[in-house]
């Protein structure tokens, strides 16, 4: 049966790894997709090593937990990392994706009809996209508009907790320090 000493270099080294392919990620040399299976094979190595610290000498324990826990911090933020290399390649492709539809889009009713038609079907297509990005940005403005609003009313409660707990306080003050002379009398 392995032990945690035996297993904790193998950790490290998964982790060393498991770093290594982010860089490799980072630079759009490898896919993040086998990043997630050696994070996952490293998160698996930690359980299993957390179900043999009961194992070790009680003095050993914590330290292996500390151990343990300063990997698999590291390793949730590779992940972390790698998700968010991960989004930018996937929104980056989306964008030039959609950049060659409209593109293309462009490119076909050039090829045929009348110049002054498809000039007006293309304006009018402008306009309807920008009609829908001003509506989605007042959607937003509102959003933000709502949120600082509630934020402005938490802020209104807390006060007033804050101006009940100091008098109340100030009246538990009060009350020990009259205890205290009445006791002493």
Excluded at 70 to 98: C, F, H, P, W
Excluded at 146 to 164: E, F, I
């Amino acid at each position: 049966m392995t032990s945690v000493v035996e297993l904790f270099p193998k950790s490290q080294k998964l982790s060393y790894d498991s770093r290594q392919q982010l860089s490799q990620v980072q630079n759009g040399v490898m896919h993040a997709s086998e990043l997630f299976l050696s994070l996952d094979e490293l998160n698996n190595q930690l359980s299993i090593m957390e179900s043999l610290i009961h194992k070790e000498t009680p003095a050993k324990r914590e330290m292996w937990r500390r151990k343990i826990l300063e990997l698999r911090e590291d390793a949730s933020s590779i992940r972390r990392q790698g998700e968010y290399y991960n989004r930018m390649v996937t929104a980056g492709a989306r964008q030039k994706q959609e950049r060659e539809e409209l593109m293309r889009r462009r490119r076909v009713r050039k090829g045929g009809g009348d110049d002054y038609e498809n000039a007006m079907n293309d304006l009018a297509d402008e306009s309807q996209s920008i009609e829908q990005s001003h509506q989605m940005v007042g959607e937003i403005i509102a959003s933000g508009q709502a949120s600082l609003t509630g934020l402005v009313g938490q802020r209104q409660r807390l006060r007033g907790a804050k101006r009940v707990l100091l008098d109340i306080g100030n009246k538990l003050g009060l009350s020990n320090s009259t205890m205290r002379i009445i006791e002493r009398r």
